[in-house]
């Protein structure tokens, strides 16, 4: 059985490295193949991309998916030239250690190695505990603090040096697709209806935002200055179709069962009964998981930024989420893009939203 492989602009995205406030990476990629295809793409304080297409369309929709991903943070440089950092965004402590990593230094990329005590040195009560950040270093194979600073400095940022790879049919496995998927989705969504805007009521606004995983800082600037009627928000949620899953507390989501549709108080009714009405006609499988409060992505600042935002979420179905190797079916990324495109041509002028 062939094996998938992703995308250009897909593959292109999961190698570029983008912790959060150090986006530079990722904002090329998007630049190379949504810039050149947009009517208008722009930068702001934040390094948000905001690319616009049919800019005098209405309503105005914005899809958004943000860019940035887990990192480390270097935070001190013993006198051994070992060097201690703390956690960018939402980490398990356990998974951080042994690991090879790319420090993104000024001078260029830093290759190093994540380590901590072996365990033939740890007591028997020691090894049943998670280390804590201080027990753990980079080593980049310095001689001492004055050699280990040529190279790098206080400040600089490092991700898990893990590759791209096809797993089985259209599974694959990489490092970041939390969120450089729902990214790609927006993206390559704009990048579709650039094709066919003769059909296109409503402008069109795709926003690869940042720092999302610190607190969903770039969708609130981002919420604010393109001031949308409705908006779709694109992040990676739980697969549960894992042994280790309780569907009674996790909701029951599988990979390959289609894009998934958030329903609660963070989804506009009209936003979602609309995709619900695309879905149907493009023939696309959709999944639903429940959520009772404000939702973990953009979506939470999208749809109180100004005055309010007819804002819907849908994700896409990842296994193993926060880790060095996440999981996805690119089935389902394809299908996110399809559901997109086909929201965004049903609407009509003065659609918007609201209830």
Not at 34 to 59: H, Y
Not at 105 to 125: E, Y
């Amino acid at each position: 059985m062939k094996k998938a492989s992703p995308p250009k602009f897909l593959r292109e995205l999961l190698e570029a490295r983008s912790p959060s406030g150090y986006e530079h990476e990722a904002q090329a990629v998007w630049d190379h193949h949504v810039g050149s295809v947009a009517d208008e793409t722009r930068r702001d304080a934040m390094g948000n991309r905001i690319s616009v297409l049919n800019p005098k369309g209405d309503p105005v929709l914005m899809f958004a998916g943000h860019i940035d991903e887990l990192g480390l943070i270097i935070t001190h440089v013993d006198k051994q030239g070992f060097l201690y950092f703390k956690p960018i965004g939402g980490h398990d402590r356990s998974l951080i250690s042994g690991r090879r990593v790319v420090i993104q230094s000024r001078k260029g990329p830093v290759l190093g190695v994540t380590g901590k005590r072996a365990i033939h040195t740890m007591t028997q009560d020691e090894r049943g505990k998670v280390p804590e950040l201080h027990h753990m270093w980079i080593d980049i194979g310095a001689r001492d603090r004055e050699d280990a600073l040529k190279r790098v400095s206080i400040g600089d940022v490092a991700t898990y040096d893990v590759g791209i790879d096809p797993v089985y049919r259209s599974v694959a496995t990489a490092r970041a697709f939390d969120n450089k998927a729902g990214a790609y989705v927006v993206g390559e969504t704009l990048i579709r209806l650039s094709e066919a805007r003769k059909h296109l009521a409503a402008r069109v606004v795709s926003v690869a935002t940042t720092q999302e995983e610190i607190g969903v800082r770039g969708a609130t600037t981002a919420a604010y200055s393109v001031n949308p009627h409705v908006a779709i928000a694109v992040d990676v949620t739980h697969a549960t179709d894992h042994p280790d899953s309780d569907h009674r507390k996790l909701g029951d989501v599988r990979l390959g069962g289609g894009p998934v549709v958030c329903r609660g108080p963070n989804i506009n009714p009209w936003v979602l009964e609309r995709i619900e009405t695309c879905a149907k006609k493009e023939k696309i499988d959709i999944q639903y998981e429940a959520d009772p409060r404000p939702t973990g992505t953009d979506a939470r600042a999208i749809q109180i930024g100004r005055e309010g935002v007819a804002t819907g979420l849908v994700s896409i179905p990842l296994r193993y989420m926060h880790t060095p190797c996440e999981m996805v079916d690119l089935e389902d990324v394809e299908n996110c893009i399809r559901l997109l495109v086909a929201f965004a041509l049903s609407l009509k002028p003065g659609e918007y939203g609201h209830w």
